[in-house]
C-alpha cells in the first residue's frame, strides 16, 4: 500500500516538472499543473499524511473566506455559469498555492525544475525571433482541416508591431517571461557555488535572450517586471554588479532597439487609442461600485455591463467587446467582490508579505525563498494598478506558484 502512495507521489513529482517544460504555453502548463495537483492530493488524503505533512495557517482561512464569498454571490448574478466559472478559478489558486507550500521538494528538484525552464525559454524565444525577423508569415496548425491554434509574429501588420509568435499575446507574453526570467536570476544567484559552469551559461542565455524577446514584446509591464527583478535580487542578495549589467543591458537594448510602444508612453496619457479607454473603464467600475459596494456585482460581470456602457460612442474605434475586466486590480476587486472581498484578499497578500519580510531579516538560511516571496507580491501589487493578474489564469497563477515556494515546508536549509 505505501509503494501505491509512493507512485502517486512520483506522478505527481513527473507532471510538476512536464508543467515547467511547457510553462510558456499556457494550456499545456495549466493542465499538467492540474495533474500534478490531482495526484498530489489523492496521496495527501489517502496515505494519512495530511496531518502531519499539510500545512494550512489560520489567514489562509481568508482565501477560502473569498472563496466563499464570490461562489455565493455568482447565484445573484445575470450571467451565473460565467460568474460560478470564475469563483472555481479562485479555488484553484488556493490549491495552487497550498501544493507549491506542502509538495516535499529537495534541491534536486529545483535544480531539474529550472534548466528544463531555461531550456524551453531558449527554445523558445529562439523560434521567436526566428519567425519575427526570417519567416513573418503565420503558421497555421491544423487538424483534419480544421484550424486548431495560429502562430503570429506581428499584431497587426504595421511596421514594428510588437511580436507575438507563440506567446498568445504580447503584453501577457512579456509579463509571463519576464517572471520567469527572473525566477531563473534568484535561483542562478542563489546557486551560484553549486551549479556548474554550463548550466550558468544556460541560466545566463535564457535571461538574456528573454529579455531580449520582452523589449520585441513592448510590454511596457514586462519591462518594469525586469528592472524591478534586477533590482530585488541586486539589493537583497547583495550582487550590486549585477544591478549594474542588468541596467547596462537594457539602455544598449534601449539604444539598439527602438520601441515604439514604449517611447509614445508619454505621449498616449494624452491622445491615445488605449489609455482614455480604460479611463473610461475606471468611471463605470465606479459606477458599478456604488450599486453594491458591499459584496460588489460578481466575477466576470464587469465584462457584461461594460460592453454595453452608454459611453463607448466615444472610442468608436476601442473594442469594447474584448474588455474581459477592468484594467486595474484593485478596481475590479472592489467592483465585482465589493469591500469585504477587497479586505480579505488584499489583507491577506499584505499580512503575508510582512510575515515574510519578517522571516527574512530574521534567518540567513532560505533567503532565495524569502525574496521570491517578497518579489512577487511586490510585482502584484505594483503591477495590480494597470492589470488585473487574478483574472488572467496562467499569469495569476505564476504569483500563487512563486508565493507557495516561498512559504514551502519541506525544502533544506540552502546557505547563499
Known sequence: MEENYGSLLKISRFFVLLSFVFCVFATFFISFLIASMVFYYIWIFS?????????????????????????????????????????????????????FRNFPFQKEDFSKIFRFVAISLVFVNLFALIHYFIIKKPITLTFFGNKIYQIIPFQGNSA???????????????????????????????????????????????IMISYFCIFLTSSRSGLLNILLGILFASILFKKYKIFLLGFSFIIILLILIPNQKIKQTFNE????????????????????????????????????????????????????????????????ILVECGITGF??????????????????????????????????????????????????????????????????????????
Do not use: C
Not at 293 to 302: E, I, K, N, R, Y
Open 160 to 206: 514594428g508591431a510588437p511580436l507575438v509568435s507563440i506567446l498568445d499575446h504580447p503584453t501577457g507574453g512579456g509579463i509571463i517571461l519576464s517572471l520567469i526570467s527572473n525566477f531563473i536570476l534568484f535561483w542562478l544567484i542563489a546557486s551560484w557555488k553549486d551549479e556548474k559552469k554550463k548550466w550558468k551559461i544556460l541560466y545566463i542565455f535564457s
Open 269 to 332: 496619457a494624452l491622445n491615445s487609442y488605449n489609455i482614455p479607454p480604460r479611463i473610461l473603464q475606471i468611471e463605470a467600475g465606479t459606477e458599478y461600485f456604488k450599486e453594491n459596494p458591499l459584496f460588489g456585482m460578481g466575477l466576470m460581470q464587469f465584462k457584461e455591463r461594460f460592453q454595453n456602457y452608454h459611453k463607448k460612442q466615444h472610442f468608436p474605434g476601442y473594442f469594447f467587446w474584448g474588455v474581459e475586466f477592468l484594467h486595474n486590480g484593485y478596481l475590479s
Open 343 to 416: 479586505l480579505l484578499v488584499f489583507s491577506y497578500i499584505i499580512i503575508r508579505f510582512i510575515l515574510i519580510l519578517k522571516d527574512f531579516l530574521k534567518k540567513e538560511n532560505d533567503r532565495w525563498l524569502k525574496i521570491m516571496g517578497l518579489y512577487i507580491i511586490l510585482w502584484f501589487l505594483l503591477d495590480s494598478i494597470f492589470n488585473a493578474h487574478l483574472y488572467v489564469v496562467p499569469i495569476g497563477s505564476f504569483f500563487w506558484i512563486g508565493l507557495g515556494i516561498s512559504q514551502n515546508t519541506s525544502l533544506k536549509s540552502r546557505e547563499l
Open 47 to 99: 496515505s494519512g499524511e495530511i496531518k502531519r505533512k499539510f500545512v494550512v495557517e489560520k489567514i489562509d482561512f481568508l482565501l477560502f473566506l473569498f472563496f466563499f464569498l464570490v461562489l455565493v454571490r455568482s447565484f445573484f448574478t445575470p450571467q451565473i455559469l460565467t460568474s460560478l466559472a470564475a469563483s472555481f478559478s479562485i479555488l484553484f489558486y488556493i490549491l495552487l498555492f497550498l501544493f
